[in-house]
């Protein structure tokens, strides 16, 4: 355990800051798969006779253990350093693929669950945050360009997952033996990819410094505040909890299409003239991941030229648009629905890559990891509610002898209105009070006349 150790890790004098956003990257690259997930659901349901709800449910827990294992992980991560958090992240996750292959291959759904939801899950929630205080403090001056890099890559794990999965699913089969191939392939694939980025990743020394203008002259981008607030005194702020919201609503909308995007673009144009195929659908999760990835770092570095707030704003505002113009269009327009889904799951995307640079603008850089950690709790409930709000009204739908569009139009209008909220709980934000200030470290200038956050700008 001493390799892993934080101290293990500082980066020598000259090493260049640019090898961490790869490292980062080779862990979000592999826990990305979870975006995947629809691509198994239609030969899960076929091969162990399970509902569209019942088949979301190892999803549906990853999310949920995402959330909490950041949460609870954050402060561990922070004071273990980002390599232990990925060697944790590397054999949970890979692991979690050889108990669902285990659960495949015996046909016991319960084992699927427990495997790729729950341990797994835990993969994914240490693997998420475990690069991102790191980034932040090698790129203080760019922190949402950085942590978009990185970021962006969960959003494309599913670009590569997809068709790789549905290859594998082809070449070995789609009853349950072929699972369980295809999840014992990828689990071994992952473990060894994973290692990369925990041998690579390096933290800065306590006197490193950016390129640029020495400490305490004016910078073109410097940090928009210097203030020092704890993960518990942050948990105590009205600015936290409407962050948690706003992402939670942001998470929602997006990613109640992307669970169910195989089968939904399917169902959605079944009657009409041009049907959109098993291997199209595949296309168009791609399609998505490719969205999510792009607007991770395009709307993330966005956020650094206009701000945090005004960037959520787009998210939230446009998001629900796009909505609105789905709902309407029905099965009209297939080329209007993707790209209206393109751009909801690019905000979809952008709103994880800007969350942890907008928790720096309001709470500092002090335990911003764990901080973000506790904010992802609010991605656990959005895992649960996009899933659930779609698939749910789906199969009512079903039942009640409905198809195409109709399945699907009451949950978009649902997400229509958890925008809004997003939008409303965005416009309360304001500047974190200083009675919630840590004193400011030995040496470091004080907080107190640092400028407004930009991301707290009206």
């Given at each position: 355990?001493?390799?892993?150790?934080?101290s293990?890790?500082?980066?020598?004098?000259?090493?260049?800051?640019?090898?961490?956003?790869?490292?980062?990257?080779?862990?979000?690259?592999?826990?990305g798969?979870?975006?995947?997930?629809?691509?198994?659901?239609?030969p899960?349901?076929?091969?162990?006779?399970?509902?569209?709800?019942?088949?979301?449910?190892?999803?549906?827990?990853?999310?949920?253990?995402?959330?909490?294992?950041?949460?609870?992980?954050?402060?561990?991560?922070e004071?273990?350093?980002?390599?232990?958090?990925?060697?944790?992240?590397?054999?949970?996750?890979?692991?979690?693929?050889?108990?669902?292959?285990?659960?495949?291959?015996?046909?016991?759904?319960?084992?699927?669950?427990?495997?790729y939801?729950?341990?797994g899950?835990?993969g994914?929630?240490?693997?998420?945050?475990?690069p991102?205080?790191?980034?932040?403090?090698?790129?203080?001056?760019?922190?949402?360009?950085?942590?978009?890099?990185?970021?962006?890559g969960?959003?494309?794990?599913?670009l590569?997952?997809?068709?790789?999965?549905?290859?594998?699913?082809?070449?070995?089969g789609?009853?349950?033996?072929?699972?369980?191939?295809?999840?014992l392939v990828?689990?071994l694939?992952?473990?060894?990819?994973?290692?990369?980025?925990?041998?690579?990743?390096?933290?800065?020394?306590?006197?490193?410094?950016p390129?640029?203008?020495?400490?305490?002259?004016?910078?073109?981008?410097?940090?928009?505040?210097?203030?020092?607030?704890?993960?518990?005194?942050?948990?105590?702020?009205?600015?936290?909890?409407?962050?948690?919201?706003?992402?939670?609503?942001?998470?929602?909308?997006?990613?109640?299409?992307?669970?169910?995007?195989?089968?939904?673009?399917?169902?959605?144009?079944?009657?009409?003239?041009?049907?959109?195929?098993?291997?199209a659908?595949?296309?168009f999760?791609?399609?998505?991941?490719?969205?999510?990835?792009?607007?991770?770092?395009?709307?993330?570095?966005?956020?650094?030229?206009?701000?945090?707030?005004?960037?959520y704003?787009?998210?939230?505002?446009v998001?629900?648009?796009?909505?609105?113009?789905?709902?309407?269009?029905?099965?009209s327009s297939?080329?209007?629905?993707?790209?209206?889904?393109?751009?909801?799951?690019?905000?979809?995307?952008?709103g994880?890559?800007?969350?942890?640079?907008?928790?720096?603008?309001?709470?500092?850089?002090?335990?911003?990891?764990?901080?973000?950690?506790?904010?992802?709790?609010?991605?656990?409930?959005?895992?649960?509610?996009?899933?659930?709000?779609?698939n749910?009204?789906?199969?009512a739908?079903?039942?009640?002898?409905?198809?195409?569009?109709?399945?699907?139009?009451?949950?978009f209008?649902?997400?229509i209105?958890?925008?809004?909220?997003?939008?409303?709980?965005?416009?309360?934000?304001?500047?974190?009070?200083?009675?919630?200030?840590?004193?400011?470290?030995?040496?470091?200038?004080?907080?107190a006349?640092?400028?407004?956050?930009?991301?707290?700008e009206?």
């Amino acid at each position: 355990m001493l390799a892993l150790a934080r101290s293990r890790s500082v980066a020598p004098p000259g090493w260049s800051r640019w090898l961490v956003p790869p490292a980062a990257l080779s862990i979000h690259l592999a826990i990305g798969q979870a975006y995947a997930w629809s691509v198994f659901k239609p030969p899960l349901e076929s091969s162990l006779h399970l509902s569209g709800t019942a088949s979301a449910l190892p999803f549906q827990l990853a999310i949920v253990m995402l959330g909490l294992s950041a949460a609870f992980g954050g402060t561990l991560v922070e004071r273990n350093g980002p390599r232990w958090a990925m060697c944790v992240s590397a054999v949970c996750f890979s692991a979690g693929f050889l108990v669902a292959a285990l659960g495949a291959a015996t046909g016991r759904y319960t084992l699927i669950v427990l495997g790729y939801g729950f341990l797994g899950g835990i993969g994914l929630g240490i693997g998420y945050i475990s690069p991102v205080s790191t980034l932040i403090k090698w790129f203080p001056d760019r922190p949402g360009m950085a942590t978009g890099i990185a970021i962006m890559g969960f959003g494309g794990g599913a670009l590569i997952a997809s068709p790789w999965s549905a290859q594998l699913l082809a070449g070995l089969g789609s009853d349950t033996s072929g699972i369980a191939g295809t999840f014992l392939v990828m689990g071994l694939s992952y473990a060894v990819f994973m290692t990369l980025g925990v041998l690579l990743v390096r933290v800065p020394a306590d006197d490193w410094r950016p390129p640029g203008p020495a400490p305490g002259t004016p910078a073109a981008r410097a940090l928009v505040t210097t203030a020092r607030v704890s993960a518990r005194s942050a948990l105590r702020t009205p600015q936290f909890w409407c962050l948690w919201v706003i992402l939670c609503m942001n998470v929602t909308a997006g990613i109640g299409i992307l669970e169910k995007a195989a089968p939904m673009i399917s169902d959605f144009f079944a009657h009409t003239a041009s049907p959109v195929s098993a291997s199209a659908a595949a296309g168009f999760v791609g399609m998505l991941s490719l969205a999510n990835m792009l607007g991770r770092i395009v709307w993330s570095s966005a956020s650094d030229l206009v701000g945090r707030k005004n960037i959520y704003r787009l998210y939230l505002g446009v998001g629900a648009l796009m909505y609105l113009l789905i709902a309407l269009a029905g099965d009209s327009s297939k080329p209007l629905f993707i790209a209206c889904a393109v751009v909801i799951l690019s905000f979809y995307g952008g709103g994880f890559a800007t969350v942890p640079a907008y928790l720096t603008d309001l709470f500092g850089t002090y335990q911003v990891g764990a901080i973000h950690g506790r904010l992802l709790t609010a991605w656990s409930t959005a895992g649960i509610l996009g899933p659930l709000i779609v698939n749910a009204v789906a199969d009512a739908g079903k039942s009640a002898g409905r198809s195409g569009p109709e399945l699907y139009t009451t949950s978009f209008f649902i997400m229509i209105g958890l925008l809004a909220v997003g939008f409303a709980a965005n416009e309360l934000i304001r500047p974190v009070h200083p009675r919630h200030h840590e004193p400011p470290a030995p040496g470091a200038r004080s907080a107190a006349g640092t400028a407004t956050p930009k991301g707290a700008e009206q």
